[in-house]
């Protein structure tokens, strides 16, 4: 089995992870600059997602608590539509991402990591982004 990739997708900063091969564990990868050009953004991930022998991407889904789309919705899409492009094989998954922050932030708390740490956050909300999807995936 090929591994899954979990993004959450932010404006300065963008964490990555991946599972294992059997799809059960997402596991924290890296952090990617989200400063960058959307066409470097989609290379930087590209190459992890090659890397990693990727199928499957899941990216964060920005809706707002009221389930509403916002700003960050547009540039998420924008995201995809490229990826998409690039890597026309890959199976792009839109996972909800309410509330994902906060408990990437409950979690660092609990593991008593400097909340200060930047990008430490971004890569655990990918991890729970992921693991959410690997958690519904398997039933």
Do not use: W
Not at 9 to 18: K, L, P
Not at 39 to 61: F, H, N, P, S
Not at 77 to 106: C, G, H, M, V, W
Not at 120 to 126: L, P
């Amino acid at each position: 089995m090929v591994a899954v990739m979990g993004i959450d997708y932010g404006d300065s900063r963008i964490g990555i992870a991946v599972s294992d091969g059997l799809g059960i564990v997402a596991t924290p990868r890296c952090i990617v600059d989200g400063k960058k050009s959307l066409a470097e953004t989609v290379a930087a991930i590209g190459g992890i997602y090659e890397a990693e022998k990727c199928d499957t991407v899941v990216i964060g889904y920005p809706i707002n608590m009221d389930g509403s789309y916002g700003n960050r919705i547009h540039r998420t899409e924008k995201f995809i539509e490229k990826f998409s492009e690039s890597y026309p094989d890959a199976n792009i998954i839109r996972q909800d991402e309410r509330l994902t922050t906060k408990s990437a932030d409950r979690a660092m708390i609990d593991m008593g990591v400097s909340q200060r740490r930047k990008g430490i956050n971004d890569m655990i909300a990918a991890q729970i982004i992921l693991q959410s999807y690997l958690d519904k995936a398997r039933g």
